[in-house]
C-alpha cells in the first residue's frame, strides 16, 4: 500500500545543500556528487545521520548552519571546512562517529587519516560519550589539520 512508505525515507527533505545550482537532499549526497576542486554551500542545517569520508580537494561553505548527526573522515586531497556567516557547528553522535586507526576507543567528529584539512569559524564538538568510547570532536591520525 502506498500509505505504509516509512516516514524516515524523508528525514532530510528539502534541499539542504548546492554546488552551483545544483541543490541535494543533504551534504553527504552533494559531498559523492561534487567534482575535485568544487565548493559545497550548505542553505540549511542538516540533521541526517551521515558518514561523510573525503579524499579530494573540496570546499565546504557552512553558511551558518549546523550539521547534528555528521561525521567527516578525511582520507586524502585538500578540504576547507569554513564559516564566513558565523555560529555554524558540527556533532556527531555515537552511531555516526569515525572510531579511529590508532585506538579502538576513540571516535571522533572529524577523523583526519590523510590529506590536509583546514577548519575556519566553525565549531566542532564531540558526541556525548557513554560508557567505555572516548568522543572526540578531532582526531589526527596522519595528514594535516590546520
Sequence with gaps: MLTMVPLTAFAAAGTVAYIGNAGYDSLVSAVEAASD???ITLQADDSSAQQIAIN????????GHNLTATAFKITGGNVVI???SGGASIQSTRNVAFKTAFNSSVYATIYVEGGNLALEG???KGYQGTGGYLPKALAVGGGFVT
Design 37 to 39: 576542486g568544487e565548493t
Design 82 to 84: 569554513s564559516d564566513r
Design 56 to 63: 579530494k580537494d573540496l570546499t565546504i561553505e557552512m553558511n
Design 122 to 124: 566553525v565549531e566542532v
